[in-house]
């Protein structure tokens, strides 16, 4: 019998640059990344489909959370934070991709609850490179909670 491959859990990419979208959207197939991506250009549309994925269906839970900081309106601060307060999404790794360097910034997150904080390199080839680190670790290294847990 061939054992099909599961079906594997989206990364959400909270950006509202579309330009930085579709660079970490390539850097990631250039990486060789499977998982879909999802992209949510405004924190209010993060945070709507953040719910429906993990209390309403749990099947479309992420593996993994990119959030950008500087955003209009709710902004990835406040995303981060109401993340980190919820039961059934306090688990999911979210990694800050910023291209603040602030210190106060970097601690902040940290306090909230992200699980790395990083600054967006500024050419292609260092984000590709980022990106393979970045996969290479959270995809391929670390054991993350699958989705199954909260069904």
Same mark, same amino acid.
């Given at each position: 019998?061939?054992?099909?491959?599961?079906?594997?859990?989206?990364?959400? @990419?909270?950006?509202?640059?579309?330009? %930085?979208?579709?660079?970490?959207?390539?850097?990631?197939?250039?990486?060789?990344?499977?998982?879909?991506?999802?992209?949510?250009?405004?924190?209010?549309?993060?945070?709507?489909?953040?719910?429906?994925?993990?209390?309403? %269906?749990?099947?479309?839970?992420?593996? @993994?959370?990119?959030?950008? @900081?500087?955003?209009?309106?709710?902004?990835?601060?406040?995303?981060?934070?109401?993340?980190?307060?919820?039961?059934?999404?306090?688990?999911?790794?979210?990694?800050?991709?910023?291209?603040?360097?602030?210190?106060?910034?970097?601690?902040?997150? *940290?306090?909230?609850?992200?699980?790395? *904080?990083?600054?967006?390199?500024?050419?292609? %080839?260092?984000?590709?490179?980022?990106?393979?680190?970045?996969?290479? *670790?959270? @995809?391929?290294?670390?054991?993350?909670?699958?989705?199954?847990? *909260?069904?």
């Amino acid at each position: 019998m061939i054992k099909m491959p599961a079906k594997l859990q989206p990364i959400v @990419l909270i950006e509202d640059s579309e330009d %930085d979208c579709e660079a970490i959207m390539r850097a990631f197939r250039k990486s060789g990344a499977d998982h879909p991506i999802i992209w949510c250009n405004t924190g209010q549309q993060a945070l709507d489909m953040m719910h429906k994925s993990c209390v309403q %269906d749990s099947t479309l839970r992420p593996i @993994l959370i990119l959030l950008d @900081l500087n955003m209009p309106g709710i902004d990835g601060r406040k995303i981060l934070k109401t993340i980190k307060s919820h039961d059934r999404m306090k688990s999911i790794p979210v990694i800050i991709v910023s291209t603040s360097d602030n210190d106060r910034d970097i601690n902040h997150c *940290y306090q909230l609850g992200a699980s790395t *904080y990083i600054q967006k390199p500024l050419d292609f %080839d260092a984000l590709t490179e980022t990106v393979r680190r970045l996969k290479e *670790y959270w @995809l391929d290294t670390a054991l993350l909670p699958k989705e199954s847990a *909260y069904a």
